[in-house]
T-cell receptor
Framework: DQQVKQNSPSLSVQEGRISILNCDYTNSMFDYFLWYKKYPAEGPTFLISISSIKDKNEDGRFTVFLNKSAKHLSLHIVPSQPGDSAVYFCAASAEETSGSRLTFGEGTQLTVNP | EAQVTQNPRYLITVTGKKLTVTCSQNMNHEYMSWYRQDPGLGLRQIYYSMNVEVTDKGDVPEGYKVSRKEKRNFPLILESPSPNQTSLYFC?????????????FGPGTRLTVL
């Protein structure tokens, strides 16, 4: 039972364009959502998060949107840069009940072409 | 430098030969966790620990053991490894109550069981 799903295993975009990575979840108890970025031979690193009381959070070139009714979130990267090429994991937490426990999606490999 | 370290980084072993993957953090974090990453499945939690001598099962605990005798260390033990435990393993740590976005991940251990 995959509670967090990233349906696109890979995404390829041109440098300077927008990258949109999508994530769906099924568990209504999730109240905190995160995106992690992972380069080869390294551990995941935290990128951006959003609480369920918000529908948008922005940090520089990265914006996360949350649609609670659709149980869907997305990560927008504008403009995309070659250094953004990595695997992006969506993750969710039910912080009220589970604290730091994270449930991850399958990951999306983003490739930004120069 | 704040970090989570794992050893070894790479390990090839044979079925049934007991092994331990070590994890250590220098941030005085209470919460530590082990994940495995498999293609198409993302990261799945194996075990976690809220503090010394407090451990609990994650989503895929079968075939693994952990211990938390000291705050900084959280070793993962495979008593009798099998080929289906071939995977990429990550240790993570954070403060309890610090929020899921405060988790730091180690660099990963790639395990192959023949």
């Amino acid at each position: 039972d995959q509670q967090v799903k990233q349906n696109s295993p890979s995404l390829s975009v041109q440098e300077g364009r927008i990258s949109i990575l999508n994530c769906d979840y099924t568990n209504s108890m999730f109240d905190y959502f995160l995106w992690y970025k992972k380069y080869p031979a390294e551990g995941p690193t935290f990128l951006i998060s959003i609480s369920s009381i918000k529908d948008k959070n922005e940090d520089g070139r990265f914006t996360v949107f949350l649609n609670k009714s659709a149980k869907h979130l997305s990560l927008h990267i504008v403009p995309s840069q070659p250094g953004d090429s990595a695997v992006y994991f969506c993750a969710a937490s039910a912080e009220e009940t589970s604290g730091s426990r994270l449930t991850f999606g399958e990951g999306t490999q983003l490739t930004v072409n120069p | 430098e704040a970090q989570v370290t794992q050893n070894p980084r790479y390990l090839i072993t044979v079925t049934g030969k007991k092994l331990t993957v070590t994890c250590s953090q220098n941030m005085n974090h209470e919460y530590m966790s082990w994940y495995r990453q498999d293609p198409g499945l993302g990261l799945r939690q194996i075990y976690y620990s809220m503090n010394v001598e407090v451990t609990d099962k994650g989503d895929v605990p079968e075939g693994y053991k952990v211990s938390r005798k000291e705050k900084r260390n959280f070793p993962l033990i495979l008593e009798s490894p099998s080929p289906n435990q071939t995977s990429l393993y990550f240790c993570a740590s954070s403060f309890v109550g610090g929020g899921a976005d405060t988790q730091y991940f180690g660099p990963g251990t790639r395990l192959t069981v023949l």
